[in-house]
């Protein structure tokens, strides 16, 4: 038996990759300022392991961060810093957990990928994962566009995961049966809705809706009637609205506020959204961005995790290469015996 877990089930450490300076960031300073803080943050709570390029980087990553024993250092080659997308996904097959290396290739072949797609082999000669069970999947597919609440229920989206720019020889139904042999699911909530602006990634999911508990979903809200995203953002709302829980009922729906409009310098529109949080053990991670609407989300979420710390984590940053907190994380199960 194949089961996807949670996010916010128990975690044995969250690994992330570190921006380097021949990277896509512009803004490199305030960027690692956002990293800095994320680090120390999960670091608190939980080990954290962080990807770098070479001797040199870990080095000026190291001149950043306070002593911990809680942060491992792992030298690798890779093209982005979204791990959520190219980083292992963790099943527990038969109570035991997996590593499933799936293909990736760059969201649809936009960007350079080779090394990304490579990144969990070279995860495996590393010491800390040694002797993990593991499997090669021959199918495209990226973190950010699985939500599992733990129980045999993913939400996704179709037009990122029926698109094809990633599995073309795959049609509806055999992309179910994939998720359903892979990742043991036994039912799919497909959201029909486009990305927001400035998302590259075809409408990730972890973008517009996410699990908080089996029967609670918070999402991506839009209450301005002027703002491009409004219509859209509503029919989403309205689908959700038809979703039941495996009993039945309802799910809870926790509406999210978009931030006011951000902008890149060529006044592209850049994703920001809250919908973009990160569980890990005993805290929930909540991306902010010098916004009005940063303590409304804050509140709302508070209200979906009584029993964890809410913390308020700076990405306005980060959000300019399209991406925000959940989008550069990946958490391990605790069933995941890592070499720490």
Known sequence: MIRFPAEWEAQSAVVIAWPHPSGDFTNLTAVEDSYRFIAATIARFQPLLIVCKNDEHQQRIEAQLDSSDKIRFIQADYNDIWLRDTVFLTVENNGQAELLNFRFNGWGNKYEHGADNALNKTLLRHAVFAGLPYRDIDFV???GSLESDGRGTLLTTANCLLNPNRNPEFNQHAITRQLEKQLGAERILWVEQSNLAGDDTDAHIDTLARFCSADTIAYTACSDRKDPHYDELKQMEAQLKTFRTTSGQAYKLVPLPLPQAIFDPSSQRLPGNYVNFLIINDAVMVPVY????????????SECFPDREIIATPCRPIIHQYGSLHCMTMQ?????????
């Open 141 to 143: 597919l990226e973190g």
């Open 290 to 301: 010098d916004d009005p609407m940063d303590q409304v989300a804050l509140d709302r979420l």
């Open 332 to 340: 391990f199960p605790a069933t995941v015996d890592l070499k720490l």
